[in-house]
């Protein structure tokens, strides 16, 4: 029987090993500001961050633009220390990534290009500016598997040579924290993940 990785477990013996005086560089991938508040708040200890948002996803560029305004938002409600790079809104990358998987359900193959895309970007990014370690929000999701985020992540950090931090976010009341951070500051939380095919399963549900 395989043991299962508990992500949470080995970030937290990372972050132990930090001088916190001289705290590492981390490029964290950011999905949205509710995703990312509590992660930043946490983060932010042992880490100087950096947030990329980086969602060539997202069902339109207005959509993607309130999400961006909203993640400057938190990040300047968190820390004046946390810097933000925004990488411009295609979302040919998104199509011509998930081509072939559009009538998958959510939670299967589409989404795990979704997040190869995402990640790649990161990593890519990670190694040209030479960041300590790059990781993630998207872990922080009840609705996101945790174990096939960080095989993506660990894979793409062999293939770029840089480090990725694992991470299982939700763990320790991660998710419900990131709740009551979005109520604090009044954050747009959405209600399905961000893509067009989200949105129909969503509405369909309704």
Request: with cysteine; charged share 30%; glycine share 2%.
């Amino acid at each position: 029987m395989v043991m299962k990785v508990n992500y949470q477990k080995e970030m937290e013996k990372i972050i132990q090993k930090i001088d916190c005086t001289d705290r590492p560089s981390l490029l964290l991938h950011s999905c949205c500001a509710p995703c990312s508040s509590y992660v930043l708040e946490y983060m932010q200890n042992y880490f100087k961050i950096t947030v990329l948002f980086y969602n060539p996803n997202m069902i339109d560029l207005e959509e993607f633009e309130k999400r961006y305004q909203e993640q400057i938002k938190i990040n300047k409600s968190i820390s004046s220390e946390i810097d933000l790079v925004k990488i411009d809104y295609t979302s040919d990358e998104f199509f011509k990534k998930i081509k072939g998987l559009e009538d998958h359900k959510e939670g299967g193959p589409r989404c795990d290009a979704c997040f190869e895309l995402r990640l790649e970007e990161a990593a890519s990014y990670a190694k040209e500016y030479d960041f300590d370690y790059y990781t993630t929000t998207l872990s922080i999701s009840p609705l996101k598997n945790s174990e096939r985020l960080n095989t993506i992540g660990q894979r793409l950090a062999l293939q770029y040579n840089v480090k990725y931090l694992t991470s299982d976010f939700k763990k320790k009341n991660g998710y419900k924290r990131s709740v009551e951070l979005s109520k604090e500051n009044e954050l747009y939380r959405q209600d399905y993940c961000g893509c067009i095919y989200s949105k129909i399963e969503r509405d369909n549900q309704i």
